[in-house]
């Protein structure tokens, strides 16, 4: 079964950076998108950024120019750098993978803190 497993969470002033990886490790099948998202307290998960295996990526518009998405389907990490952080940036963050040619994958969550 497919483990994935963020890091590089913490906290951190407005205006600091932080970046956070996430590797899949266990997996039959080869990978087809991985994805971030975040969950802030009493809100919806948001989508962050994607990459596509051989494909695009991309951000949010929330996030754009400050987040950058990047990574190695076929070595099954991505990574999300994370620039200029706002305090509405705190949440937890997870990392979703699409599976081919099905399934998916979830990790655990890392909490991301954006305080003074």
């Known amino acids: 079964q497919a483990r994935v497993v963020e890091s590089g969470g913490g906290l951190v002033q407005p205006g600091g950076s932080l970046r956070l990886s996430c590797i899949c490790s266990g997996s039959i099948f080869s990978i087809y998108a991985m994805r971030w998202y975040r969950q802030a307290p009493g809100r919806q998960r948001e989508l962050v950024a994607f990459i596509i295996r051989d494909g695009p990526s991309d951000t949010a518009d929330s996030v754009k120019g400050r987040f950058i998405v990047s990574g190695d389907t076929a070595k099954d990490r991505v990574y999300l750098q994370m620039n200029d952080l706002k305090p509405e940036g705190t949440a937890k963050y997870f990392c979703?993978?699409?599976?081919?040619?099905?399934?998916?994958?979830w990790g655990q969550g890392i909490q991301v803190t954006v305080s003074s």
């Open positions: 979703g993978i699409d599976f081919n040619p099905l399934g998916e994958g």
